[in-house]
């Protein structure tokens, strides 16, 4: 870390700056660092004498104790700087990638790819789906309201169903590829960190008041998990994993945006696909990741579109970020559904992932995900897209074996 920061101010500089992120706090990381390491020189010094004042006779039994206290103290204090210094490090954002987009913000995102074929509504003006939903009896927002608060769903019926036809599918379509793991849904805060979500976004996670233990806020945090301390061999790259969970967010910024029905909620069903791979093979499996959260919005006949995000808007730990998003016929809107991209070594900087190459040296992996499908918008933008003039919702194709039904009706 003291050598990154040394030897790359300029650049990091420049780089940080891309993500929103103030340079000067970089400046206080150098600083630190620089006293980092005269700490240590230092402590080394003092160590040296304290070894050579136990074997000299001549030095007093007090003097060789103050000396060992001396050292005690030292070494607490260089304890003290190297947290500070890790503190700092940690709210560093990820360096965008080369081929990202320059901007600050949405209005400089590129959208890459767009659907040309895709299912239109039954019905001349499309209903949003909290209303259809209600009216079929298969989504009741009011009752999960009075549960558990605002920005919950409660299923019903073949609503319950089609949610978890979506997760039954998604995990058909990617089992084969990618392992298969069923994780916990609590985790550590170190796991949590892996992944860049502590210490910066704690506000948009949940945690438990008696235990260190947080709700995952995606299956890409214990899958992570899963590698850290790990050195993989070359031949065993890339790996491949998938896990089916249910996910909570605090969504601490979103209030004040428009959360109806499903756009936003706290707790959702997913499918996350995740990828370890070496550095030089990033942009290929990068775009075979892509290609794979694509999969099932492709076979549900979803209008989507591909949006590659530029470096203000990808988020802190993102190297490079691409966007699902489909579009919702009832809301006339494009919901984001998906966010595939690739961290390059910063998550495995901070879970210690390595693997060996051929020539026996250790380095950094590359890690990268996407969810393979994420219901809540999706299940939308199925009620909004498939729904018919006599008010019943068409099921697609490819669920109607996991429904055993072809039409949601009341």
């Not at 070359?234 to 790996?239: E, G, I, K, M, T």
């Not at 730990?317 to 016929?329: G, L, N």
């Amino acid at each position: 870390m003291i050598e990154l920061v040394s030897e790359n101010l300029d650049f990091l500089k420049v780089q940080v700056s891309k993500k929103g992120y103030d340079p000067a706090g970089l400046d206080e990381l150098f600083a630190l660092a620089a006293q980092v390491k005269a700490k240590r020189r230092d402590l080394d010094d003092l160590r040296s004498s304290r070894k050579k004042g136990q074997r000299d006779a001549a030095i007093s039994r007090d003097a060789k104790r103050e000396l060992g206290d001396r050292v005690r103290q030292e070494e607490a204090a260089l304890k003290e700087l190297e947290n500070r210094m890790t503190d700092l490090w940690l709210l560093v954002p990820n360096l965008p990638d080369a081929d990202a987009p320059d901007g600050k913000d949405a209005a400089s995102n590129v959208v890459v790819s767009e659907s040309d074929t895709y299912k239109r509504p039954g019905v001349g003006s499309p209903l949003p789906h909290w209303e259809i939903g209600k009216s079929l009896g298969i989504l009741d927002l009011e009752s999960a309201s009075k549960m558990s608060g605002k920005m919950f769903s409660l299923f019903l019926g073949k609503g319950s169903r089609l949610l978890r036809s979506l997760i039954s599918y998604g995990l058909s379509l990617h089992c084969d590829k990618y392992q298969e793991i069923t994780p916990p849904h609590l985790v550590s805060t170190n796991t949590l960190t892996y992944t860049g979500h502590l210490p910066k976004f704690a506000e948009d996670q949940y945690s438990t008041s008696r235990d260190d233990l947080w709700l995952i806020p995606t299956a890409e945090v214990p899958l992570t998990a899963f590698s850290a301390d790990q050195v993989f061999d070359f031949d065993d790259l890339p790996r491949r994993s998938c896990a089916y969970t249910v996910c909570f967010r605090r969504e601490a910024g979103s209030y004040g945006t428009d959360t109806r029905g499903l756009q936003r909620v706290h707790e959702f069903h997913k499918v996350e696909l995740l990828k370890i791979v070496e550095p030089s093979r990033c942009k290929e499996e990068l775009a075979d990741l892509l290609e794979d959260c694509l999969r099932i919005i492709k076979d549900l006949k979803l209008q989507y579109r591909v949006v590659d995000l530029c470096t203000g808007d990808m988020g802190d730990k993102y190297a490079r970020c691409f966007d699902i998003e489909v579009f919702a016929p009832g809301l006339q809107k494009w919901l984001e559904v998906s966010s595939v991209g690739h961290f390059s070594d910063y998550q495995a900087r901070r879970a210690n992932i390595r693997y060996r190459a051929s020539d026996g040296s250790k380095h950094f992996v590359y890690t990268m995900n996407g969810s393979g499908i994420a219901t809540p918008r999706v299940w939308a933008a199925i009620i909004e897209t498939y729904q018919q003039a006599d008010g019943t919702v068409e099921v697609p194709d490819v669920l109607v074996p996991f429904m055993g039904c072809s039409v949601i009706g009341k």
